[in-house]
């Protein structure tokens, strides 16, 4: 049985966010799971439930990988282990492109199954038509553009936005659309940072950059490239701020080395008749 949260008294939601533009910088990073959200719940102003579950967690090649229930079940989770972030789940790929409808009908599901504050979708001026659908809904939507994950495929590979005028042009379209869809704020991905500075001037919302420009209105990271987690590959535009993996790689050989050796369990580890009567594990 998991312990009860502090409570904070207020989490900050989508309103929040958004009255932010421009103000002190908004801290966010990716949450999948309950212990984590516990432990980044008050550092942070957001967590994102990000479809990069699919690949940082569940081993997908691509965030093709998320599903609608793998998103709702991570999303659960971190709103268990959050009282104050505004909580944002992704909508994962095929779940939302075809129509306005399938839209609304996915976010809801999202909305009524976590609790959580608002959702995020990728696209600009493509997908300004499902952004006004679920904001005309009463969900709040974070926008995402520049670099978009879930296009890799058809982009052939993960490329950088910006660096020509064309691609400029495009990506300032896609920030202006879904500001004016109804969006509460955007991630601007992938970006090169003159791209992305312009841009954060030119919104009335909040931009969040990941790989984009320190003038974006706040920053985000996924959580397991941030501490030095992830397995594979790592982004050039991260900071790692934590080893994780030597640390759990050292654990596990001390304790296979400890469980060979007979060492672990040690007496502090078992029970016996004097321990007492009815005690717990
Ligand atoms: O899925 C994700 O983690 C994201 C962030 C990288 C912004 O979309």
Redesign the pocket.
Known sequence: MATKLPTTGIRLGADTILRRKGALPIVCL?AYTYPIARLLDPHVDLL?V???VAMVLHGHET?LGASLDMMIAHGQAVMRGSAKACVVV?MPAGTYEDSAEQAVASARRIVGETGCQAV?LEGGVDMAAQIAAIVAADIPVMG?IGLQ?QSVEKDGGYKIKGRTDENVAALIADALAVEKAGAFSV?I?GTIEPVAADITRRLAIPTIG?GASSDCDGQ?L?IDDMVGLTVDRVPKFVKQYADLRSVIAHAAERYASEVRNREFPGRAHVFSKTNGGDEEA
């Open positions: 990716t994102l990000g479809d990069s965030t992704d995020k995402h994950p991630v991905e990941i985000i996924v």
